[in-house]
Each structure stands twice: as C-alpha cells, then as structure tokens.
C-alpha cells in the first residue's frame, strides 16, 4: 500500500542526504572489519528526515489495506483457535525478518560508506561484502530480489482488481435490486478498461493525494465493520473448527503473510526517518506499528469468525448488510482501490524502466517514447490473466501470500542476514553468536520453503477443485 516517506523519497535526494551528529562507539578493528555492535550502534542524523511519529504514522497507514479484511477467512481454513495462534506466530515472524532487514541495510550502508539502501541494492551489498563465492553471484540475488518484489506487487494489484469487482458487483446488486447481467469475467474486463486508461498516466501527484485519502476510507470501513462485529449475534465457539489440518493452516498462513506483507517499504521508510535507530528497538517504530496492527489483525480475523461462521465471505465487507451507508463505504473502497493499483504499478515501472531503457539504443526515439506505455500494458495484462483464472479473494490471497510474500517476508531475510553476519562474527571469534544466528536462520529458511510447498499445492488444489 502507498505511504509517505518524507521528503527523502526520491532515490537521487537519499544519495545526496547530508548526515550529521555522526559517532561510533568502537573503531574499526586491526583487519578493517567493523564491530557489529559498533556499525549497528552507530548514531545517525538526517537533517531533512521525517520523526519518528511520523514514521509510526506512515507504516501503520502502508500495513492497513483491503487485506486486513480477508483475516477471517483465515480464521475459517486454520480454525478459530488455529487461526488466532497463527496471526500471532505469523506476525512475530514478519517482525523479526523486518529486524533482520534493518541490521542488515544498517550494517552495509555503514561499512560501505552509503547511507541509503533499497531491498535490491542491500542484497547486492550483502554478497559483495562476505564470502568469496558470494560475490560472483551479487547482481543475480539482486536480480531475484527485484523479481519477488515485482511478483508480489502485481499479486497486489490482481487482488485489487478482484476485491474492486466484487465489491462493484454488491453495489450493482444494491442499486439494480438484481444481479449484473454479466459475468464476473466480462465484469472483471470492463473494469480493467478505466483501470488501464488510468494508469497510462505518467504523473501521479494527483492519484498518490487521492490514494492517501483513501486512508481515512479504510480506517472508515473498520470502524463499520468494528461496529458491526460487537452487535451482530455470535456463533457458539465450539461450533466452529478449533483447528483443521495442514492444507487449511498452509492456505491461511498464505492470507496472513499477504496481510502482514510491510518488506518493501522498510528500508524507503528507515532511510527517510531523522534517526534510523529509531526503526529498531523494543519501542521503535517496527516493533509498536507491528505490535498495534497484530493486535486488530487478531480482533478481525476472531471476531469476524465468531460473527459470520461459515458463512464469512473473502472479505468482511462482502458480509455486510448493503444499506445506504455500507454501500457507500464499498464506492469508496472501490475508489480506493482504484487509484491504488495506479500506484502499485507506477512503482513497478520506476524500478524496471531505466534497465529496459538501457537495453535499447538512444537513436530509437520513438520506442524510448512508447517503452512506459507498452511496459505498463504488459504488467496490467499479466494481472489481468491471474484475475481470470483465479477470480476469487478466498483463493488469490494465499496465492500472492505463500509464494512471493513468504519469500520476501521469511525466506530472503533469513538468508541475507546470515551473508551478511555470519563472516563478520567468525572473524571476530563470536562463535556463540554465529552458531546461534546460522541455527535460527536455517530452521527458518527450512521452515519457509516447507510453507511455500505446502501452501502452494494447496492453493492451486484449491484452485482446481473450486472449494471456496
């Protein structure tokens, strides 16, 4: 989800930053290797960063999106009390690998002298700076890196679209007193039309502004649905599953990671504070914006159960008595939505353009002139082809969340930050440290790739049968 990241969000600005009050606690050691404690410790002030406030404000804003109504449904394939214990597991996880980027970005920028790193770039950074053989392979990771990120926010705007489509088609139902007269499909086509049109713009000032206000809209709807939830009559506890078995917890942990998905705009948001330290810590702005969105996350995901049962749809506004008001609040979602797919692929775009541009030679103007456009049709297109073949929330959710969000959410962290560390602590003889980071970083690497195997024929089984 878009946010603000302060007057250091343009790439060019961060290189430029100008740092002061600058100090370490350790010089460098005898081999030129810095302390980790020592580069990690290290006080950093911009002096055009954002506070700390702000960034508090900005990660709760990016985390809280349209997948925060979904959490039910996985309260439903894991179970109520399954599905209650995995949102906290899930989102202890999540919080721990966003750490994990930090020190890593932290630890690089320090000892490379560059105070600015985006996910790509620090995991290029991290091979570059440990062991031998790592080296060679620097721009593929990043290349990799780069891709899981571009898989995950095309996943984002093909949820878009689905959830934007379903939630049209309650507002035709409401206004109409009777169904579409078309399919999910053609209506799924219609809409990518407008969507289409909207994005071929290039200057999106105007859409960022709109998509902020959207903001206030989700906070809107959850309120209506907090309201909603504390009248509605309750499902009896144990006549709901308490815990179902692998496919239905591999399904929800998918949903949840989609949910929980904030990896890519930690370091844009770490390199835009005042004092970066403030992204770490116990009361910094990582752990209380996670600790706060864990916290609603489980009171929707329990609470939408209890309330709906069996029924639950892919999304708590779909369970909405349609009323004026409800159907109001869906326009507005849709709108929402609407401008936000404009910025999830304006993102897309910015990160890909200047590497197709420099394949293709200056003298082919007019290609240089359409390459955006045709770039921006491609994405949409493929976006376009998921929705149609997976046309359901319940479905397309644990699919974007197991596959490319638990491998930028679980698995690269857990990689990196053993690249990165485990060379620096066999150097300085902190063998405690490095068989304790190497022990944790593998079961969760392990544990990762057992969840996206899982998760994954799972989800296409449940794609294939239809069992929604």
Known sequence: MPFIVGPTDNEQERKQQEFDDVTTKKEENSNGLSSVKSVISTMISRKNGISATSGLINFI???????????????????????????????????????????????LAKSNGDQSLDYGQMAEAAMLNSYKWTKRHAKLTKIIVNACLLAFQLGVI????????????????????????????????????????????????????????????????????????????????????????IEGISLAAGALIYSFEGQAMVLPLENSLKHPKDMTGASGVLSTAMNLVTVLYAFLGFFGYVTFGPKVQGSLTLNLPNSILTVSIKGLLVLKIFFGSAIQLFVIVQMLLPSLRSLISEDRKLIHRFLPYALRLGLMLISLCLALVVPNLMQIIPLVGITSGLLISLILPSFLDCIV????????????????????????????????????????????????
Do not use: R
């Open 61 to 107: 804003c990016g985390m809280i999106g349209p997948g925060c109504f979904s959490l039910a449904v996985s309260f439903k394939q894991a179970g109520l009390w399954g599905g209650l214990v995995l949102v906290f597991i899930v989102g202890f996880l999540s919080l721990y690998s966003m750490h994990k980027i930090v020190s890593c970005s932290q630890y």
């Open 158 to 245: 093909t949820v878009f679209m689905v959830f934007a489509v379903e939630h049209v088609i309650e507002i035709w139902e409401f206004i109409g007193d009777s169904p579409p007269p078309f399919s999910k499909t053609v209506m799924i086509l219609l809409y990518f039309v407008p969507q289409m049109l909207l994005n071929f713009i290039g200057h999106m000032k105007l859409i960022t502004i709109l998509c902020l206000c959207g903001n206030v809209i989700i906070f809107g709807a959850i309120i209506l649905i907090t309201k909603e939830l504390m009248v509605h009559k309750w499902y009896p506890t144990w006549e709901l599953n308490s815990v179902t078995g």
């Open 421 to 468: 560390f485990l060379p620096v602590y066999k150097k300085q003889g902190e063998m405690f440290l490095y068989y304790q980071k190497l022990i944790i970083n593998v079961f969760l690497f392990v544990l990762g790739w057992l969840f996206l195997g899982s998760g994954l024929y799972s989800s296409i089984d449940d794609i294939i049968n239809n069992d929604v």
